[in-house]
């Protein structure tokens, strides 16, 4: 669930219009060119400008491409120069290119990236060596048309020559002769031409307003034009795998199939003015593309759907997120007792919710194949589910006598254990469902936390009693003494991927890590978090540690120093619950009490899009509820408001402020939580209060109470029910 990660659908930065742009062959970055005479990097993961815009031309960019190594960047001007710069530090690299009479309409490199060819409208195409930067040969005149665009045939034999006219042409490189005849067809003029990835056709887009696909051997057209588009086509290119073909004209991207000719769903919208270029990331997820309206917008190839775009809210909070192994998918729980699965490309939700638990989900984990997700839950039980049609699996696992906290798969996705507020640790059949063997006892309070280590031969356990015990997985005995040292409640615990050392984190607002094979505490705590600690988890390269806190933040922690690696995240409005790896380390995800879920981008540690509410990882920009009653957020607080309750009295929205007082929405303070009774806690017209981090639950119903100077409307003593 890139954007992306998270992902932003529009990229804005360019103070004209967006002339070009080109994915980079080897990571998740697009360069655009503008007529505002700059050249902007961007992270499409995160949205963000990576670095300062390049600057050096004093015309408008014309046309941009990247090295087939990825390393270098070369541009084409209307300042009638080429430059080269280095695609990292953004430097150029040696003097311009000269040579051309006027305005530079195409540049490109090479297949093997040893040569630039480039077209201008002095009706030349020229060679240039890519490290002298020196002209190779003679220029190719074409004599009767402005060169408008230019591209090498995967072979590096030969080029593509879109002229300024209707035709298109193909020239020997090594020769310098026109190979065949002109390709002829288009009764205007042709703006673009692009090579098929098997070499078999050409695609060209034209001012009549039509695409057209030829045969690259013989020249013979294929099909009929492919028509749609209501105004000039500016920009046409194939996907990676050859199968799709997309388009770009006054307002509208097309999707179509290279097979058929056939238009693929409906077109992408979003853009304000004409748009002057389209491209496919390298591997085909994603379409960018370029405008007058001085954007870059970022859209999912395969739904058409923009990536980052914000969607309805959440009116819950969200107990925890994790992605698929795979890394396609984004699976949370919340306090509504749902499951939602989202793309975690997207942000968009999958289908409808997981319904069946009958209280909140407190943890969601999927099975290392990626086929089931196992959820644990207030209401004492596990289920398991099919990844694929969310269809429960067998009846709902039953034997805890309090809320089960977290649920892991065993490496080998044989086994499932839990852990609950009961005290103890279970150790169930993945396939049966069935209990193997006794509960494990040995913890004097709340069970929070359970990991297996990478080899399944132990499990891990931390405790509201303070200590962590390690179990063997097969005998259920425990394996030496518990693991002391932290002064208050522990939450979360987790081996590292080598399974050398552990992990926790506790409300002492500290994290500690551990010898997994002596149980020793190595180094000092690390220290930063002002509140806290709800969720620690390793990078899947075992580097780094990242954590969640009460004081809303996330920190990241080098793995073998302790040192904190960068300032905290900051986002979220309210206490963090949980954090987590995606698959391929490149994303972080973080649910919090301010009922949102955000993708942060792992290497720049940034936001990626806004906040998933009602989807994730796309972040969202305004919370409704699914009667159309808003939720505000103020002031790192989220205030929930209730509808009118029977006999005309209102419940007041209610918050639990960073001091952990709970709050009616004018400021009146109610009661004092402590503070390792604060992450579980919901504020509702029923206040659910964990009282020993996720221990027993106190639930205080408020529907029909009453608070401030009109004390005399009470109709009822508010009910406490312990569970």
Not at 193 to 211: E, F, K, L, M, N
Not at 226 to 242: A, C, E, F, M, T
């Amino acid at each position: 669930m890139k954007k992306w990660p998270v992902r932003s659908s529009t990229l804005t930065g360019h103070t004209r219009w967006v002339t070009c742009l080109a994915y980079s062959p080897v990571g998740p970055r697009v360069v655009s060119g503008s007529a505002d005479k700059t050249i902007r990097i961007w992270d499409v993961e995160s949205g963000a400008p990576v670095g300062d815009p390049l600057k050096g031309h004093v015309d408008r960019i014309e046309s941009i491409a990247y090295s087939p190594d990825g390393r270098h960047i070369v541009s084409g001007s209307a300042d009638r120069t080429i430059r080269i710069w280095d695609a990292e530090s953004g430097a150029p690299v040696g003097d311009p290119l000269k040579g051309h009479g006027t305005s530079i309409r195409s540049v490109a490199y090479s297949p093997d990236g040893r040569h630039i060819v480039s077209g201008s409208y002095d009706e030349m195409i020229r060679i240039w060596d890519a490290e002298t930067r020196a002209p190779v040969g003679e220029p190719l005149i074409s004599h009767t048309d402005d060169v408008e665009k230019v591209a090498y045939i995967p072979d590096g034999l030969h080029i593509l020559h879109g002229p300024g006219g209707n035709t298109i042409r193909v020239w020997d490189v090594q020769t310098g002769g026109l190979v065949g005849e002109p390709l002829r067809g288009h009764t205007g003029w042709i703006t673009s031409v692009a090579y098929s990835p098997d070499h078999r056709h050409i695609v060209s887009g034209s001012w009549d307003q039509t695409i057209r696909i030829w045969d690259a051997k013989s020249g013979a057209p294929v099909g009929d034009p492919l028509k749609g588009h209501i105004g000039h086509v500016y920009s046409v290119s194939y996907s990676p795998d050859g199968r799709y073909i997309i388009s770009g004209d006054d307002g509208t991207i097309r999707t179509w199939d290279a097979k058929t000719g056939a238009p693929v769903g409906k077109p992408l919208e979003g853009h304000a003015d004409s748009i002057e270029c389209v491209a496919y990331s390298p591997d085909g997820q994603y379409i960018v593309s370029g405008s007058w309206d001085k954007t870059i917008r970022i859209w999912d190839a395969e739904t058409g759907a923009p990536v980052g775009e914000p969607s309805k809210a959440l009116t819950t909070w969200m107990s925890s997120a994790v992605y698929s192994p795979d890394g396609r998918y984004i699976a949370s729980g919340s306090d509504d007792s749902l499951i939602r699965i989202w793309d975690a490309e997207t942000g968009v939700p999958v289908d409808e919710p997981l319904a069946g638990h009958t209280d909140g989900v407190v943890c969601v984990v999927y099975s290392p194949d990626g086929r089931y997700l196992v959820s644990s839950s207030l209401d004492q039980t596990i289920r398991i589910w099919d990844a694929t049609t969310g269809a429960p699996v067998g009846n709902p696992l039953k034997g805890h006598t309090g809320a089960v906290i977290r649920v892991a798969y065993s490496p080998d996705g044989q086994h499932i254990s839990s852990c609950s507020a009961d005290t103890t640790v279970r150790i169930w059949d993945a396939q049966t469902g069935v209990s193997v063997g006794k509960p494990l006892e040995g913890h004097t309070e709340s069970v929070n936390g359970i990991s297996y280590s990478p080899d399944g031969r132990c499990i891990a356990s931390c405790s509201s009693d303070r200590t962590i015990r390690i179990w063997n997985a097969e005998t259920g005995g425990l394996v030496g003494g518990p693991l002391e040292g932290h002064s208050l409640g522990i939450p979360s615990v987790v081996y590292s991927p080598d399974g050398r050392h552990i992990i926790s984190g506790s409300y002492d607002k500290t994290i500690r890590i551990w010898d997994a094979e002596t149980g020793t505490q190595v180094g000092d705590p690390l220290e930063g978090h002002t509140f806290g600690i709800a969720s620690v988890a390793y990078s899947p390269d075992g580097r780094h540690i990242i954590s969640g806190s009460s004081d809303d933040t996330i920190r990241i922690w080098d793995a073998k120093t302790g040192a904190s690696v960068c300032d905290p995240l900051k986002g979220h409005i309210h206490h963090v619950i949980s954090t987590s790896y995606s698959p391929d380390g490149r994303h972080i995800v973080s649910t919090s009490y301010d009922k949102t879920i955000r993708i942060w981008d792992a290497k720049s540690v940034v936001s990626s899009g806004d906040p998933l509410k009602e989807r994730p990882s796309t972040p969202v920009t305004v919370m409704s509820s699914p009667d159309g009653r808003d939720v505000s957020e103020t002031d790192n607080m989220t205030q929930i408001w209730n509808a009118d309750m029977s006999g005309g009295v209102v419940s007041s929205g209610l918050y639990l402020d960073r001091n952990g007082w709970v709050n009616q929405a004018n400021g009146g303070l109610l009661f004092w939580v402590p503070e390792d009774c604060q992450n579980g806690l919901t504020c509702s017209a029923t206040l659910t209060i964990p009282t020993g981090g996720f221990g027993d639950v106190v639930r205080l119903d408020l529907s029909d109470a009453c608070f401030g100077g009109p004390w005399e409307q009470i109709r009822t003593i508010p009910s406490i029910s312990l569970k």
